[in-house]
C-alpha cells in the first residue's frame, strides 16, 4: 500500500511586531553607534572647548557684517551713545539719573575701549570672557567632569536665548551669579562679592543673595563680600558727584505701564486680539517699548507693584521655614543649604518676573543661571526643569524677535506663542513655591526639599 501524501509543514511566519521590534532596535543600535562618541567627547576638557568655540564662532559669522560696518545691534546703539557720551564728560549716574545700577558701566566702557566704531566687536569679545566664565566655574576649571552637562546647558541657553543672551547686559550679570552660585560653600566672602557685583550690574542677582542669606551658615561672610563690593562701587560714584542717582535705578521707571511681554499683560494682549473696545497695543517713545492699555490695565500694574513684596516675602519665611524644619531634624548640612538656597533663588527670581509690570526676553537670562548650577550640583534633581527652561527660552525667542512685528499688530498666533511662554513662566513660579512648601513639611525627605518633578507634578502633590 502507498501511504498517502505527506504536505510539507509550512514554515512559520515571522511576527510582524517582531519584525519591527528587530528594525526599531537596528536603528537605535545605529544611532547610539553614531551618537555615543560625541557624547564621550563632549564629556572631555577639549570637546567642551570646542564646543565653546563652535558656539561663539557662530554668533561671531552673525554679527561680522555689523563689526565690519561700524554698527551696534540689539541694546548695543544706546549702550555706546551713553560711552561716548562718557568719554566726553557727561557720565551716566555721575550726572544724571540712571535706568541701571552704577556696575553697568563697566562693561559698556569696556566694550568701548577700542574705540567706538568697533564697539560691537569690543562688547563680544567681553561676552566671550563672560561666557568662560560661567563654563569654568560650573566645570571647576575643565577638572569637575560632573559640570560638563551644565556647561553645555548653559551654552544651550545661549544659543536658544540670542540675540539678547549676547547684546544685553544680562549676558554679564549671569555668569557673575553662576560664579557666586558654584562657591557658595567653598567661599561665601567671593560668593558674596560676586553676587554683589552681578547685583550692581542688574538687580535681579539681590534674589540670590536674599536666599543666600536666609539660608547659608556662612551668612556673615556672604553679607562681609557683598557690603565691600558695593561700598567701593557706592563710594566710586559719590566721590564722582553722583550720590544723588546711586539708586536712581529703583524709581526711574516707576510710573510705567504694562508692557506687551510681561505675564499681567496677557489679559490685554487677548484684547487688542479679539477686539475688545478701549484695549490697545501702544508704543511708549520715551522708553523705546511696547506697552498695553485698557479698562483695568493701570489697576493690574499698581496691583503687581504690590504682589512682588508681598511675594518675596512670602518665600522668604517659606525658606526660612524649610531651613528651621531641616535643623530641628539634624540633618542641615552645607549641600543641603546649597539646594535650598537654589530653590529660594528660583522662585524668589520668578517672583521678580511673574509680578513685574515688564517683561523682556532677557528676563529668561535670570532664572537660566540658576537652573544651570541646579544641573551641576544635583543633575536629577533639575533635569525636568531644565527641560521646562529650555521650552520657555524657546518660546521667548518666538516671541522676541521672531514674532514681535506680528504680536504688535495683534496677530492671534503670535499671541497664543506668548500666552504660552507666560504660561509655562507661571508654573515654573508656581511649582517653586509649592516645591519650597513642601520642603518645609513635617514629613519632609531630604530628596524632597529640591525641585525634584516637574511644575504639575509638584502642584498635583502639593
Known amino acids: 500500500m502507498t501511504s498517502a501524501p505527506q504536505h510539507a509543514p509550512e514554515p512559520l511566519e515571522t511576527p510582524v511586531h517582531a519584525t519591527e521590534g528587530r528594525s526599531s532596535g ?17 564629556q572631555t576638557p577639549r570637546g567642551l572647548m570646542i564646543g565653546f568655540a563652535v558656539v561663539h564662532a557662530m554668533f561671531f559669522l552673525a554679527l561680522l557684517p555689523t563689526m565690519i560696518s561700524g554698527q ?85 541657553i545661549v544659543l536658544l536665548l540670542a540675540p539678547v543672551s549676547m547684546l544685553r547686559l544680562e549676558g554679564f550679570s549671569a555668569p557673575l551669579a553662576i560664579a557666586g552660585l558654584v562657591v557658595l560653600l567653598r567661599r561665601p566672602a567671593v560668593a558674596g562679592a560676586l553676587i554683589a557685583a552681578a547685583t550692581w550690574i ?95 490695565a493701570h489697576l493690574a500694574g499698581e496691583v503687581v507693584g504690590w504682589l512682588m513684596p508681598i511675594s518675596f516675602v512670602v518665600i522668604v519665611l517659606l525658606l526660612w521655614r524649610a531651613r528651621r524644619l531641616a535643623v530641628s531634624q539634624n540633618r542641615l548640612t552645607p549641600q543641603l543649604e546649597q539646594k535650598l538656597v537654589l530653590s529660594g533663588s528660583f522662585a524668589l527670581t520668578a517672583a521678580l518676573i511673574v509680578f513685574n509690570k515688564v517683561g523682556s526676553p532677557q528676563y529668561m537670562m535670570w532664572l537660566a543661571p540658576i537652573v544651570a548650577v541646579g544641573l551641576a550640583v544635583a543633575p536629577a534633581a533639575w533635569k525636568r526643569a531644565a527641560q521646562w527652561m529650555a521650552a520657555t527660552c524657546f518660546l521667548t525667542t518666538l516671541v522676541f524677535p521672531i514674532l514681535y512685528m506680528p504680536l504688535i499688530d495683534g496677530h492671534p498666533f503670535a499671541a497664543f506663542v506668548l500666552l504660552a511662554r507666560n504660561a509655562m513662566v507661571v508654573g515654573l513660579f508656581v511649582w517653586a513655591v509649592v516645591a519650597l512648601w513642601r520642603a518645609g513639611s513635617e514629613t519632609v525627605r531630604e530628596r524632597d ?11 498635583a502633590r502639593g
Open 26 to 42: 537596528a536603528w537605535q543600535e545605529r544611532i547610539s553607534a553614531l551618537r555615543d562618541p560625541f557624547l564621550r567627547a563632549a
Open 72 to 156: 551696534t545691534q540689539g541694546d548695543l546703539p544706546l549702550y555706546r551713545l551713553w560711552a561716548e557720551q562718557a568719554k566726553l564728560g557727561y557720565w551716566p549716574v555721575m550726572d544724571m539719573p540712571w535706568v541701571y545700577p552704577a556696575g553697568a558701566l563697566a562693561p559698556i566702557m569696556g566694550a568701548i575701549a577700542a574705540g567706538a566704531y568697533n564697539y560691537q566687536l569690543g562688547w563680544f569679545v567681553l561676552m566671550i570672557g563672560a561666557n568662560l566664565l560661567a563654563v569654568l566655574a560650573l566645570t571647576g576649571n575643565l577638572r569637575r567632569r560632573s559640570g560638563y552637562r551644565a556647561a553645555w546647558y548653559w551654552l544651550a
Open 202 to 296: 542688574k538687580v535681579w542677582p539681590a534674589a540670590i543673595a536674599a536666599a543666600a542669606v536666609t539660608v547659608a551658615s556662612t551668612r556673615l561672610r556672604i553679607i562681609f563680600g557683598g557690603i565691600v563690593v558695593t561700598a567701593v562701587i557706592a563710594a566710586s560714584v559719590v566721590v564722582a558727584g553722583g550720590g544723588s542717582n546711586l539708586l536712581s535705578f529703583a524709581t526711574i521707571q516707576g510710573d510705567r505701564s504694562l508692557q506687551l511681554e510681561a505675564p499681567v499683560a496677557t489679559p490685554w494682549v487677548w484684547a487688542t486680539v479679539l477686539g475688545i473696545p478701549g484695549s490697545q497695543i501702544q508704543q511708549n517713545y520715551v522708553l523705546a517699548t511696547r506697552e498695553v492699555a485698557g479698562p483695568g
Open 449 to 459: 526639599s529640591v525641585l525634584v518633578t516637574a511644575p504639575v507634578m509638584a502642584i
